[in-house]
């Protein structure tokens, strides 16, 4: 993690008092993704975890349609390029380039995918948990960001899975965050449809579409989802939780996932 980590100097200003300290931020990169030759598209992140990022993305947005598609997988010797060969949904690439929205999240994301055009199975996954664990993961999710203990400028996504296996990702995008950790997570082999989707910041809907593309089957924040997240999840079959805070939380789909330990 260090090497995206940069000193600077700063003028910090406490009760009336003017001081220069060293402080550290973060480093930001724009890192383009290459499918099959051609350019798809840029974005601005921390440039870790690219080739996971690069197949998160082009799985969320249908591009590519499971690990067995890929053909190779290649980074820059600068780290701001992913060359990605695969097989590919032609329909789903074309869509991309047409209909890029500009998402709601931090760090300039781009989607192709909106509310209406999601073309995905509804999420029938037997998948359930008990509600304590949820509660139990997401205390210890929030305090262990490192790199947010140290910058206070990213957020942070993690997949929590049936054997208790977890998997996260850190960048200045929540949306960077959940390519990158449903990257890692394909890329490793995991079996993501049997996973709890944790993530800092509000689950708008683009966020919950990343989740429904990927057949995550249960997605937590600690704050709000929107209007739109929300019926995006409850079309798709996916529990939608926020306000997991403490000892409570709000089940806002699909809760026949969720165990309650008490009668």
């Known amino acids: 993690m260090s090497e995206v980590l940069k ?20 480093l930001e990169s724009r890192v ?34 499971g690990i067995a598609d890929l053909r190779s997988l290649t980074l820059s010797e600068d780290g701001l390029s992913v060359y990605v060969e695969a097989n590919i949904n032609e329909n789903n690439l074309k869509h991309l380039y047409k209909e890029k929205t500009l998402v709601s999240g931090c760090g300039g ?37 490192e790199l947010y203990r140290l910058t206070g400028c990213v957020h942070k996504a993690m997949l929590l899975f049936e054997d208790d296996a977890e998997i996260t990702s850190e960048d200045i995008g929540r949306h960077n965050a959940i390519d990158k950790v449903a990257g890692k997570s394909r890329l490793e082999g995991r079996d993501i449809e ?9 689950l708008s809907s683009e966020m919950v579409i990343k989740a429904v593309m990927h057949r995550i089957p249960i997605v937590v924040s600690r704050t709000a989802p929107t209007f739109l997240g929300v019926k995006v999840a409850q079309t798709h079959g996916t529990t939608l939780i926020g306000f997991a805070r403490g000892r409570k939380m709000n089940i806002y789909t699909h809760s026949s996932r969720i165990i309650a330990e008490k009668a």
């Open 194 to 202: 049997r996973a709890i989707l944790m993530v800092s910041g509000r």
């Open 7 to 26: 000193t600077i100097y700063i003028e910090k200003y406490d009760d009336g008092i003017m001081e220069g300290i060293e402080d550290v931020t973060i």
């Open 32 to 65: 383009s993704f290459y499918l099959n030759g051609e350019k798809v598209i840029s974005t601005m992140c921390i440039p870790i975890d690219q080739e996971a990022h690069a197949i998160g993305f082009l799985m969320s947005e249908g591009v590519i349609g």
């Open 109 to 145: 994301g781009v989607t192709g995918n909106t509310e209406n055009s999601v073309e995905v199975a509804f999420n029938t996954s037997d998948f359930s948990v008990a509600g304590g664990k949820i509660l139990d993961s997401i205390a210890k999710f929030y305090k262990e960001s």
